[in-house]
C-alpha cells in the first residue's frame, strides 16, 4: 500500500501516517479552534479534498470484509492503524512474532543439496518480514551472516572472500553473485570428477573380463542360459498346476444326482425319482453293510474251529 500511494502523491502518504488535514482558526483569547464548514475558504476546501481523497485509496484498496472493520473510522490515519492491528496484531503480538522471526534467523541454515539462490530467497523471506514488524539489520549484518551459516564444504570460499573484501562495502548482490559463480564451477567440476570415476571403473572392467578365456566365457554363457530355461519351465508347471486345481475348485458336479456331467439346474432326474433313487442308494448301503457284517462273522467262526482241530 505505501509504494502504491507515495508515487501519486506523497503528501497524501504523509496525512496517512500523521492525520488529516483540519481547517482552524484563531478566537479573540488565542487558542485555536476548528472552523465550522460554512467558514471554509478556498485553502480549506482543498484540505478537505484530500483528506477524502486518500480514504478513498484506501476504500478501493480493500475487500468487503476489510470494508466492514474499518467503515466506521473517520480518517484515513484511523483506517492505517485499525489495518496494522488486524494485520500485525497489537505491540504484544509484533514482539512474538519478531521473537519467532529472530529464533528462525538465528538458527537459518543452507541445506546440503540447495542452491544459492534458493537460499537466498527463504532468507529474504525472514529478513522482509522483520522488516515489516520494525526490525531491520545493516547490509554488514546481512553479509556476515550468509558467510556464517554456508555448509563446511564453502569455508575455502568463506575465507577467500573474508580477505579479498570489505565487508562494510559489499553488497548482498555482489556477494550473492560471487557464490553463485563458485557454485557453477564447483558444480562443473563434480561432473567431471563423477565423468572419470565411471571411466575408470568402466577400463577395470574391461580389463577383468579379458583375462577370461573363450571357453570359460561359453560356459558361464551356458550355465545362465540352462538357469533362465528352467525357471521358465517351473514357472510354466505351476501356471498349469494352479489352472487344473482351480477348475476342480470351481465344479463339483450335480449336488442332486452325484453326476459330474451338468449341475444341480439342469439336473434331468424329476424331483420325485430323485427321492426314490436317494432311497435306493441309502436302501443299497444299509444291505451292503449287513452282508459285510454276515461275511465276518462267519470267517469268525471258521477261524475257531480251525484252533480247536488243532492239535
Known amino acids: 500500500m505505501e ?14 501516517k500523521n492525520g488529516p488535514l483540519i481547517p482552524t482558526k484563531v478566537v479573540e483569547d488565542g487558542t485555536e479552534v476548528h472552523k465550522q464548514p460554512d467558514e471554509f475558504d478556498t485553502e480549506d476546501f482543498k484540505k ?12 478501493f484498496g480493500l475487500g468487503s470484509d476489510e470494508y466492514t472493520r474499518i467503515s466506521e473510522c473517520e480518517s484515513a490515519k484511523d483506517i492505517w492503524d485499525a489495518l496494522q492491528v488486524v494485520h500485525e496484531g497489537t505491540n504484544q503480538v509484533k514482539q512474538s512474532r519478531i521473537e519467532l522471526l529472530m529464533r528462525k534467523f538465528e538458527v537459518f541454515e543452507m541445506g546440503d543439496h540447495e ?12 529478513t522482509n518480514e522483520l522488516k515489516s514488524l520494525g526490525k531491520s539489520f545493516t547490509t554488514e549484518e546481512l553479509v556476515r551472516k550468509i558467510l556464517r551459516f554456508l555448509p563446511h564444504s564453502w569455508e575455502a570460499k568463506v575465507t577467500a572472500i573474508q580477505e579479498a573484501k570489505d565487508m562494510k ?6 556477494l550473492i553473485g560471487n557464490l553463485q559463480t563458485y557454485e557453477l564451477r564447483r558444480n ?17 572392467m574391461e580389463e577383468d573380463s579379458s583375462d577370461l578365456d573363450v571357453e570359460e ?3 558361464i554363457t551356458h550355465k545362465f542360459k540352462k538357469f533362465f530355461k528352467k525357471a ?31 449341475i444341480m439346474k439342469n439336473c434331468p432326474i424329476p424331483k420325485e425319482e430323485q427321492q426314490t433313487e436317494q432311497s435306493r442308494k441309502q436302501v443299497g448301503n444299509s444291505s451292503q453293510g449287513q452282508c459285510l457284517r454276515h461275511r465276518e462273522i462267519q470267517l469268525g467262526k471258521m477261524k475257531g474251529l480251525r484252533r480247536r482241530m488243532q492239535p
Open 188 to 204: 562443473s567440476q563434480q561432473k567431471e570428477e563423477i565423468k572419470k570415476d565411471w571411466g575408470i571403473a568402466l577400463k577395470v
Open 48 to 59: 478537505m479534498e484530500k483528506n477524502a481523497k486518500v480514504k478513498k485509496l484506501l476504500y
Open 169 to 174: 562495502k559489499i553488497t548482498l548482490y555482489e
Open 3 to 16: 509504494n502504491c500511494i507515495q508515487p501519486k502523491d506523497y503528501e497524501l502518504w504523509i496525512l496517512i
Open 232 to 262: 521358465k519351465e517351473n514357472s510354466k508347471k505351476k501356471n498349469f498346476s494352479k489352472f487344473k486345481n482351480s477348475d476342480r475348485e470351481q465344479f463339483s458336479g450335480c449336488f442332486k444326482c452325484g453326476k459330474l456331467d451338468h
Open 115 to 126: 542452491t544459492v539462490m534458493d537460499m537466498y530467497t527463504r532468507f529474504t523471506h525472514i
Open 217 to 219: 566365457k561359453d560356459i
